[in-house]
């Protein structure tokens, strides 16, 4: 039985894709590498650091550690420009009549997000302290697919894996909550989950998965 969901935030609850691009972006090309939307689509639920290590698989010469964390806080500080303008109208169409219904129906809902920006993104959209828990990247240190932000979440929860549905738009989330022993369900065609949907517009999604 379903007891609890556990929403991945960036691609599921809000479209932040577009400012991770942007900022990616505009690092790159001061740097002189190569980036395009086809390489961002990899970065999804992947975490900061190990996005960079994508990104740099086009630099032209080798950057050290020190270059790396300047490099990885130079993009974070353009995508917290870009997020500051978020506001609850980029919420994803469907997310807040399904968040709200599954809490009506008893179920808990929480975060389970590789961000370390979960806190400002959630505070800017006007979802601060609306979840039963958050889970993000800065309670984590083994990022998706290993299921920690989802355990974590689970736990903080008290209800076990089993109870848990995740939700996801990347491949890796799915496959995390996989390895976490959790039911998933797949939005924007992340593969390999046992549901799917294209996305959270559909009002009934929840009511014919949890019966
Ligand atoms: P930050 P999610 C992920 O969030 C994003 O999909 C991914 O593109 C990003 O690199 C990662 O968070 C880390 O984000 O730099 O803000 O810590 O999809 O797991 O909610
Ligand atoms: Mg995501």
């Not at 400012?19 to 939307?37: S, T, V």
Request: with cysteine; aromatic share 8%; charged share 25%.
């Amino acid at each position: 039985m379903i007891k609890a969901v556990l929403f991945d935030l960036d691609g599921v609850i809000v479209s932040t894709d577009h400012c991770h691009y942007r900022a990616w972006k505009r690092m790159a090309d001061e740097e002189g590498i190569y980036f395009d939307e086809k390489i961002n689509d990899r970065l999804r639920g992947v975490s900061r650091m190990a996005s960079l290590d994508i990104v740099l698989e086009r630099a032209t010469h080798t950057y050290d550690a020190a270059e790396k964390a300047e490099l990885a806080g130079r993009k974070n500080g353009y995508y917290r420009e870009l997020i500051s303008e978020l506001t609850p109208a980029d919420i994803l169409p469907g997310a807040m009549e399904n968040l709200n219904e599954l809490k009506r129906n008893g179920v808990l809902v929480a975060v389970g997000s590789s961000s370390k920006n979960t806190p400002i993104i959630l505070k800017q959209i006007g979802l601060a302290g609306f979840f039963d828990a958050v889970s993000d990247g800065n309670n984590i240190t083994h990022s998706k697919p290993d299921p920690e932000v989802f355990l974590k979440a689970a736990e903080m929860l008290g209800v076990l894996p089993a109870e848990c549905l995740v939700v996801e738009d990347a491949d890796a989330g799915i496959e995390a909550g996989r390895n976490g022993g959790m039911k998933t369900l797949s939005v924007k065609g992340a593969v390999g989950a046992d549901y799917f949907a294209p996305d959270l517009s559909d009002y009934s999604i929840f009511r014919r998965i949890i019966r």
